[in-house]
């Protein structure tokens, strides 16, 4: 029974930072697909970034030049850096992963397959 795991949400002063960390404790197939979305009170949930098994990224425009989507495929985690934080950032930061060469934003998921999702971790800016 495998799983995403999140960590590394918390809460930050406006111009901070933070780093999350999604792991994969063993999902039975094989992921080519990470992604980052975060979804704020009565809002839909959007994409914020992915990363391909090559390394190939895209960023949400809300967070293009102050987010960072990595990955460590040796230990199967994804990592979301976050950087000059603003209260708009505050969201439940969900991590998302597949087995798919398309690897975008689709209907709020990640390509055309089977989408795992992490539980999500809260990230809170405060002024």
């Known amino acids: 029974q495998g799983q995403l795991v999140e960590s590394g949400g918390g809460s930050v002063q406006s111009g901070g930072s933070l780093k999350l960390a999604c792991v994969d404790s063993g999902i039975e197939y094989g992921l080519d697909c990470w992604g980052w979305f975060r979804q704020a009170p009565g809002k839909e949930r959007e994409g914020v970034a992915t990363?391909?098994?090559?390394?190939?990224?895209t960023y949400s425009d809300s967070v293009k030049g102050r987010a960072i989507i990595s990955q460590d495929n040796t230990k199967k985690t994804v990592y979301l850096q976050m950087d000059s934080l603003k209260p708009e950032d505050t969201a439940t930061y969900y991590c998302?992963?597949?087995?798919?060469?398309?690897?975008?934003?689709?209907?709020?998921?990640?390509?055309?397959?089977?989408?795992?999702w992490g539980q999500g971790t809260q990230v809170t800016v405060s002024a």
């Open positions: 998302a992963a597949a087995a798919t060469p398309f690897c975008t934003f689709v209907h709020n998921g990640l390509g055309y397959g089977k989408n795992y």
């Open positions: 990363i391909d098994r090559g390394g190939a990224t």
